[in-house]
């Protein structure tokens, strides 16, 4: 029996274990470990006043539409560091907006959900130039391994200025 178990263990039965901290596969899970990520997103911000009186036609007069793009590496199948910019205007600076964030995702079985938190700062180029928090959650969907689609809105509180909230619908292209 000594034998047997010597011999199991010599030839990597920890790979057999239930333990899911030990090299468990997740084999035809659409969420991985070591992944990188491109995002191409719209976004749409809306200042403090639109949110404390959030109606339809605020969003429609009130809002900021724009373009950005994000990379993202997640180290483990849960835990990765993402970076984005984004442009809402074109009147002043191209790039209104930079930051980085911690982003914790838990995939949902192999279905292609996965909620995230996210939180950071950056840096806002437009309007007025200052340093920014930020605190966010979202959803993406795995449409396949390397290709989904996500909305998550944060809330971004900045030096010296009022807050504000911005949105983003994308898609994701991961690798």
Do not use: C
């Not at 849960?78 to 964030?101: E, H, P, R, V």
């Not at 996210?118 to 959650?137: H, I, L, P, T």
């Not at 979202?138 to 909230?165: C, K, M, Q, S």
């Amino acid at each position: 029996m000594i034998l047997l178990l010597a011999a199991v263990s010599a030839t990597g039965a920890q790979e057999m274990s239930n333990d899911p901290g030990l090299h468990q596969s997740h084999e035809g899970d659409r969420y991985r470990a070591e992944e990188f990520s491109l995002d191409i997103f719209g976004s749409l911000s809306l200042g403090k006043q639109e949110i404390e009186n959030i109606s339809g036609n605020v969003i429609e007069e009130d809002s900021e539409l724009g373009i950005g793009v994000g990379a993202n590496y997640f180290f483990t199948r849960n835990i990765g560091l993402g970076a984005d910019a984004y442009s809402d205007n074109s009147t002043g600076s191209f790039i209104d907006s930079a930051s980085a964030n911690l982003i914790l995702r838990l995939p949902l079985g192999e279905g292609g959900f996965a909620p995230y938190a996210y939180g950071g700062g950056g840096r806002q180029f437009d309007m007025a130039e200052v340093w920014f928090g930020q605190v966010g959650a979202g959803i993406e969907y795995r449409f396949t391994t390397n290709f989904g689609a996500f909305l998550d809105a944060r809330w971004v509180i900045p030096e010296e200025v009022d807050y504000y909230g911005v949105a983003r619908l994308g898609v994701r292209f991961a690798f």
